[in-house]
């Protein structure tokens, strides 16, 4: 289609380069166009936080952008969390040791919006902050606790 | 005592995995799961983030009506869409394909696109296979549907009336099934008790609702004939000629391949609407089509909405308390179709009487059409309802005898001397120690405390209320569950078998093959690794575990009733002991010892007691497959096995069905405690206190036990507190999406504390019992009753589900309900 535009983004440190229809979604640019798979859909229209990446830091609903409103961004997904050589990231080890997930779909979501929390909140703050802060993000699996303890022990535990 | 015939090859593996002197060495440890960091580095490789070359995209359009003929369609716009591939519709179907399969009796016929009539709101009218999914998307609207508008069958009980229009006309009746069971003698013992309560209880329609939703790439072989369908997907193995009926292709010609899924909880069991569609889609267009529901078609027209059932019910008893008959008799709403029978009420007939000694039961049920989507299985399968009747009934006796609730079920609770214990319907409890789990959930809760909490806290005019309930958790079924319905049932299983595949490679590395769907969200590998590792004491981490697809797969039933670890296990341990067996003869030859003499231990075998006299299991592998003629001569090559692990105890029904025979028999049971504290004036609840305790035999990772009693606790708090899909007067859903279907988040769900009693199987391996559903099988009971606690000054009864907000404060505040 003639009326596709240009997006430059850059995606867990490393640009990339896209042609796409403006309606595309964020996440399908990202999943689909640039094979990070690793952000997962799950309503499609910004109720459960699945699809949840940092841009610029900041967790959005890769749903509900267009993958233009990105262009000359940078973004942070899963994909970005464990060293190159694959070993799980602090957070990400957190949620292996206390069982932080069990289909695992929710997850990538989970730890991005961890990620931010623990920015703010390095000590981990309370339980009931912690709760708050993962409140976007709807899980089916898990009951939320093995997660709220997961970020508590990655807050607690040495980088 | 003996109750029945074990299955002998069950027999062995159970006496082989009986607990030994020597404690284990990996169950029992709560080790982190094996498959948890391909999904922390986002390469879970769910359903959608496959991509075949070639690949086309469908989207369907789902009826607006609820009930109506479809006059005509016109897809020729749609066809004009660039990149447009295809348009499918039922004319479609009615030429190349067969009717969806149906473990329902009777003329109820559900094709994968409506033919000739839509029969709920979201049906497939039309398919559209595009380059991509926005092209399909913008095609289904294209689609004009002439429609002619039927009358809409919406209330179950009028629907039972004559004169009403009918969902299927063939059937000639919106009573698809209706039958009354009697164990004992029910109306005897309700003359003599002196007591009985009865209550007419509502049990919401909601749904498994995973993250992940049902999905299914179709890619056809023009050149073989066969039809690939990968899948997030795949129990019984051994019914999957019933999708290639479907298709109308060679059962061997299926090849259905199983994906991981982000969740399942009854959804995804025994899915073939959406695989099999995929694979029709892929043989009209000769290319790899892909079909993911979003999350409207998952809402409006997926495979399994839960259970919406309207009862009848009463428990009789005695002054003192003793539970003497119950009396049930519901009507359920099953939908438009009738897919998967009405085997969620055999389900709840394996534990119908719960923990208790009750002796007689009826049980009586209308299985109901109406223009809704189909009903299946949600987490619980049907028991979970019946729990939360009998529990409420028992809420009802204790009040009605002005008796503590926790008094009332002690009186009543089965005695730990008597299993395996028979339960007036035929099914068996296998092992148990009810007391034990109360007197530990107690304790754990310090409940003491919590009464005197909550006097005072009533005292200065605060709604604090406390919740006990108790349930059991049958698990393992044998499948008559699903005809033991009718006395003369056309197709009759009693087999529902897991299998396993184990090879030790030459290099010493154990491979194992696991033969249905399995991980969606339970923990399938963890637990075949730590049954490998206590087999051979290798490291569960070094274990490598994959699935097989249909063509290469042995009998596989999957997960579901709570019955994946204890089969995988049975399968697991039954095909380590033939390796363990010829490793040791290898050994013994080896190191010159008798086999006697032999253990499994740090990753090979060695002589008991002798640390330096030991092999590698690859020194020994190394020989099994290159060395033949190291081998005593009456061995084959090789180191690798197969089992076939069947239903370990189960019997026929008896020809009256006055016994149903066992069908369910390894029976969890648990209790949970809740303190809650109510705001009437938003109707908002905090709980001050959670905790459960489960028995479900011998555990092979409490952790991960533990995600599942919490996980099933909290989706137990959605039914009971915020979760129903809501069809309006022209039945269309009128919550569609998560905005107004709420779920549980972080902040509705309470901090849980769980506690684990042991009481082994006699009859599975290592005496593993199944316990994936126990937390939803509580929840509703226990907020029913914690609410109900905390609202007593107002005299409320808890007759239905979801309890809202709204409810709560008009309860306290608004005109008494009763
Ligand atoms: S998928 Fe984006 S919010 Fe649900
Ligand atoms: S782990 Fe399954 S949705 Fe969160």
């Known amino acids: ?159 | 005592m003996s109750i029945a015939e074990q299955d002998p090859n069950a027999a062995k593996v159970a006496r082989e995995t009986a607990g030994t002197e020597t404690p284990r060495r990996w169950l029992g440890k709560s080790l982190n799961r094996v498959e948890d960091p391909r999904f922390l580095r986002g390469q879970g490789r769910y359903l959608d983030d496959i991509k075949l070359p070639g690949m086309l995209h469908a989207a369907v359009l789902g009826s607006p009506h609820a009930h109506a003929k479809i006059i005509s369609i016109d897809t020729s716009k749609a066809e004009a869409l660039p990149g447009v591939v295809r348009v499918v519709t039922g004319k479609d179907v009615a030429e190349h394909a067969a009717p969806l399969p149906s473990f329902g009796a009777g003329p109820i016929v559900q094709d994968m696109i409506a033919i000739e009539k839509v029969r709920h709101y979201g049906e497939t009218v039309a398919a559209v296979i595009a380059e991509n999914r926005y092209i399909a998307e913008d095609a289904c609207d294209l689609i004009e549907v002439v429609y002619e508008q039927l009358p809409v069958v919406l209330d179950p009980v009028a629907a039972r009336e004559e004169g009403s229009a009918l969902v299927h006309e063939a059937l000639e009746t919106n009573t698809a099934y209706e039958r009354t069971f009697s164990f004992g003698e029910v109306d005897r013992a309700f003359e003599d008790a002196d007591r009985s309560v009865t209550a007419n209880l509502y049990w919401p329609r909601s749904t498994g609702m995973p993250m992940d939703t049902n999905g299914a790439i179709g890619d056809y072989d023009r050149g073989t004939g066969v039809v690939t369908i990968h899948a997030n997907s795949m129990n019984f193995t051994y019914f999957l000629w019933l999708i290639a009926g479907s298709l109308k292709i060679p059962a061997g010609k299926l090849r259905l391949v199983p994906v991981v899924a982000g969740g399942s909880f009854g959804s995804k069991f025994f899915m073939h609407k959406v695989p099999t569609f995929a694979g029709f889609l892929s043989m009209l267009v000769g290319k790899p089509v892909k079909y993911v529901e979003d999350r409207r078609t998952h809402i409006t027209n997926n495979d399994h909405h839960g259970s919406d059932r309207r009862y009848d019910a009463s428990l009789a008893f005695d002054d003192d308390g003793e539970f003497k008959a119950l009396r049930i008799s519901c009507i359920d709403d099953y939908g438009a179709y009738l897919q998967f029978g009405t085997g969620t009420h055999g389900n709840a007939l394996s534990q119908i009487v719960g923990p208790y000694r009750i002796q007689h039961v009826e049980y009586s049920l209308a299985a109901v059409l109406t223009n809704k989507n189909q009903q299946g299985a949600y987490r619980g399968f049907g028991a979970e309802v019946s729990n939360w009747i009998l529990e409420r009934l028992v809420d009802l006796a204790a009040r009605d005898l002005d008796l503590d609730r926790v008094e009332i079920r002690r009186r009543n609770l089965i005695p730990a001397g008597s299993f395996p214990y028979r339960t007036p319907t035929g099914n068996i409890y296998d092992s148990g120690n009810y007391q034990g789990v109360l007197a530990k959930v107690l304790e754990d809760v310090d409940y003491d405390h919590w009464v005197e909490y909550r006097a005072k806290a009533r005292a200065e005019g605060r709604h604090v209320g406390i919740g006990v309930v108790a349930s059991q958790e049958r698990s393992v079924f044998s499948s008559t569950e699903f005809w033991f319905w009718f006395d003369d049932p056309q197709f009759t299983p009693t087999s529902s078998p897991e299998s396993a595949s184990v090879r030790i490679g030459p290099t010493g590395e154990i491979v194992v093959t696991l033969h249905s769907q399995s991980m969606w969200g339970n923990s399938p590998e963890t637990v075949v690794s730590q049954v490998l590792a206590e087999e051979f004491d290798v490291d569960p981490a070094s274990v490598v575990v994959n699935y097989a697809d249909s063509q290469n797969a042995l009998p596989g039933t999957g997960p579901g009733g709570s019955r994946y670890t204890v089969m995988v296990a049975g399968a697991v341990a039954g095909a380590s002991s033939e390796l363990k067996d010829k490793i040791r003869r290898i050994a013994s030859d080896k190191l010159e010892v008798a086999e006697a003499d032999l253990e499994f231990r740090d990753g090979g075998v060695g002589v008991v007691g002798v640390p330096d006299r030991h092999l590698m299991l690859a020194d020994i592998a190394m020989t099994a497959y290159m060395f033949r003629l190291d081998l005593p001569p009456d061995m084959p090559s090789g180191l690798a096995a197969h089992c076939t692990y069947d239903h370990p105890l189960t019997t026929l029904p008896n020809a009256d069905r006055s016994d149903l025979g066992i069908f369910y028999p390894f029976v969890g049971h648990a209790w949970h405690i809740a303190v809650i504290e109510v705001d009437i004036e938003t109707g908002k609840l905090e709980f001050l206190r959670y905790a459960a305790v489960h028995d479900a035999g011998t555990i092979v990772n409490p952790r991960t036990l533990d995600g599942q009693v919490i996980g099933g606790t909290v989706q137990g708090l959605g039914t009971a507190l915020y979760e129903e899909i809501l069809y309006d007067d022209l039945g269309r859903v009128r919550n569609e999406s998560f905005e107004h279907y709420h779920l549980p988040s972080s902040m509705d769900a309470p901090s849980i504390t769980v506690g684990h009693q042991e009481t082994p199987s006699p009859y599975t391996a290592y005496g593993i019992k199944g316990a994936g559903e126990g937390g939803r099988m509580l929840a509703p009971a226990i907020m029913s009753a914690a609410i109900e606690d905390a609202l007593s000054p107002y005299g409320v009864t808890v007759t239905s589900l979801p309890i809202s907000a709204e409810q709560i404060v008009e309860w306290a505040t608004g005109p008494r309900s009763d």
């Open chain 1, 1 to 159: 289609m003639s009326d596709k535009r240009v997006v430059r983004v850059e995606v867990n440190g490393a640009w990339h380069d896209g042609l796409v229809e403006p309606r595309r979604t964020l996440s399908d640019f990202l999943r689909d166009d640039l094979d990070l798979t690793g952000t997962h859909v799950a309503c499609e229209n910004g109720f459960c936080g699945n699809c949840n990446v940092l841009l610029d830091g900041e967790t959005v609903r890769s749903c509900l952008m267009f993958a233009v409103q990105a262009d000359g961004r940078s973004l942070t997904t899963v994909e970005g969390l464990a060293e190159p050589d694959g070993t799980l990231g602090r957070l990400q080890q957190a949620f292996h040791d206390n069982h932080g997930l069990q289909c695992g779909f929710c997850t990538p979501a989970m730890l991005l919006t961890a990620h931010e929390y623990l920015e703010a909140y390095p000590d981990g703050g309370t339980d009931e902050q912690i709760r708050e802060a993962i409140s976007g993000v709807i899980c089916r699996c898990t009951g939320y606790q093995h997660i709220v303890e997961s970020i508590r022990a990655a807050a607690g535990g040495a980088a």
